[in-house]
């Protein structure tokens, strides 16, 4: 029986892995423990209740207005002392978090198997996004097992030089999808909206921070201003120089309603119920897809070419006029809309986590 301790510490990372974990769980094949950074308190804490999984470690490191250092030495310690007293066979992270490369590192240095979920996302560009690409690049370095989600994914890790134990199994965040998603849900915010149309925004990079996130927050605003049957709702990240700027452009105003982050399960059916999504997120530009809605990334650059290839994402950058005219464009030419609707989603069906395991057993 392999012990398989699963390493998280983020909102994203949660929602990802929290299908392959609950599989992991309920396997009797397989003796599963989890540890937690809490490198983001709150919002894990939220995706942990929500999909009823209690951590076995809980390091809770998050401090007022942590560095990435602060993050790092705090979780590379903490994660070497968990592995010291567990001693698992495989250690599993997920995608391009400082939590996940701290994990992928602590069980290198005490030479432990890594298994890495969401691998082979590239944007070749270690600053872009930063410092995510950096931490991929180098889980990809340590990890034994890559968990690619999709064939592009592959050929990322295959360029690179890695031959084997590299498995195409589709995005966990589907699996997710597939375990949130109520036909029958209702909200104070859909009803709010009425019969008007609802634009979801997202916005909290570090590489956004400052003048760019300034610049896209221009753009929603003129929209949302020009559009009688718009309504734009900014449930908004806990990050304070994120805040600032949303006070500083948003102000009081009613144009734009901001409300405090959402749980999983009300994110993810709200985000099923709009009419367009804004965002710099990663893992939305694989979830929002599989309800057909367009999907627009305000990024100069994205880690997952493959929905820009199938049509589900369309990559606009950070500028002020281009963000502006692709929304208006998208809003104002139905055709144009439909296209993002008619595109399939190329992360997956739901089922990667049953994958994972079976290889894992087998590895």
Known sequence: MKKILSIIGTRPEAIKMAPLIKKLENDPD?????????????????????????????????????????VTTKALVGIENVLKELKPDIVLVHGDTTTALCGAMAAFYQKIDVGHVEAGLRTNNIYSPYPEEFNRQAIGLIAKYHFAPTEDSKENLLSEGKKNNIFVTGNTAIDAIHMTYDENYSHEILDWLGDNKLILLTAHRRENLGQPMENMFKAIARIAEEFDDIRVVYPIHKNPVV?????????EKDIVKIIEPLGVYDFQNIMARSHMILTDSGGIQEEAPTFKIPVLVMRDTTERPEGIKAGTL???????????????????NQSEYDSFKNATNPYGDGHASERIIDILKNC
């Open 314 to 332: 369309r990559l606009v950058g950070t500028e002020e006029k281009n963000v502006y005219d692709n929304i208006m464009s998208i809003l104002k």
């Open 30 to 70: 397989v003796e599963s423990y989890l540890c937690v950074t809490a490198q983001h308190r709150e919002m894990l804490d939220q995706i942990l209740d929500i999909f009823n999984i209690v951590p076995d470690f809980d390091l809770d490191i998050m401090s007022d207005r942590q560095t990435i250092t602060d």
């Open 243 to 251: 805040r600032d700027t949303a006070r500083k452009v948003f102000g």
